[in-house]
């Protein structure tokens, strides 16, 4: 039976002064705790992976799983376009006691769907931890195919699940029709948590959950309860925030508006850079209407 479902965090890696700034990051993971988020996940997408160095996402997972301590399902992200290092990563999450694993499909490569196919399942064959697919064809250019995840799920268990940052609803709906609605399908698009809930799906890994992270929770928690009506009323509540994360490149506008909020310090690595000062105070303003921040 899987256990990870409601809302699973992706935190950002904060950085100062170009270095990570892990007494920041801990007081992140801290706060996600006590807000009541229902699990982990670090160095995917949101946290900024590919601008980490191999020996920074093995101390950025180390110091995550320390933190949490067991006290929710820690599932950080291992994939790579690099075979050999998601290989070394997930062994390493394996050794240090993480839940499960989140590998995304090799990005800028455009693998087969028989190239993803062998990639995963040499990946599974060397760890025993629970591995949840992640499908972001916006950004690896490849779609991990419906009979690609049936022949994986065929071939290993403990392949439990998708993270699904795939506009195409139709394909998510065809996905837990082949699978069964036991297969944990995760939204990874902030405008189909609710929608993904709705038809059976085990939660959502929502950057929105770094800024707001009760409120993501309680989404899940509505649906739980069977209090559809208050679930639909925070999904539409909550679109204005989660289109403005996405004004410029996820995690940027997220960083910027914790870094309003004190947080943390809003670098990002290069090739990103700061948001524009007009995407700055559209920005701003919405942090003050979402009262994450004081009205100036």
Not at 201 to 220: E, R, W
């Amino acid at each position: 039976m899987n256990n990870f479902k409601g809302s699973i965090v992706p935190v950002v890696t904060p950085f100062k002064d170009g270095k990570v700034d892990y007494d920041s990051f801990s007081q992140l993971i801290e706060w996600q705790i006590a807000s009541g988020s229902h699990g982990i996940s670090v160095t995917g997408t949101t946290g900024e992976p590919s601008s980490l160095s191999i020996e920074e996402r093995k101390r950025v997972m180390k110091t995550a799983c320390d933190v949490i301590n067991k006290r929710v399902p820690f599932i950080p992200g291992t994939g790579s376009a690099n075979h050999r290092e998601t290989l070394e990563l997930s062994k390493y999450a394996q050794i240090i006691g993480a839940d499960a694993v989140m590998i995304i499909a090799p990005y800028y490569l455009r693998p087969s769907q028989e190239g993803l196919f062998t990639h995963f399942s040499t990946v599974a064959a060397s760890i025993d931890l629970p591995i949840i697919l992640y499908n972001i064809p916006g950004r690896t250019a490849v779609n991990i195919a419906i009979d690609t995840v049936a022949r994986l799920k065929e071939k290993h268990e403990h392949i439990i699940g998708v993270k699904e940052s795939n506009k195409d609803f139709e394909h998510i709906n065809r996905l837990l029709q082949r699978m069964g609605r036991d297969f944990a399908v995760y939204s990874g698009i902030e405008l189909l948590c609710f929608p993904i809930l709705a038809i059976g799906g085990a939660g959502y890994i929502s950057a929105t959950g770094n800024l707001m992270p009760h409120k993501v929770a309680d989404l899940y928690n509505f649906v739980c309860g069977g209090e559809w009506q208050k679930a639909q009323d925070l999904h539409f509540e909550m679109m204005t925030l989660n289109d403005a994360i996405f004004l410029e490149i996820n995690p940027v506008p997220v960083k910027t508006i914790l870094g309003m909020m004190g947080k943390i310090s809003p670098e990002v690595r290069l090739p990103l850079t700061a948001v524009s000062e007009e995407n700055y105070h559209k920005l701003h303003k919405i942090a003050v209407d979402y009262q994450l921040i004081a009205k100036a």
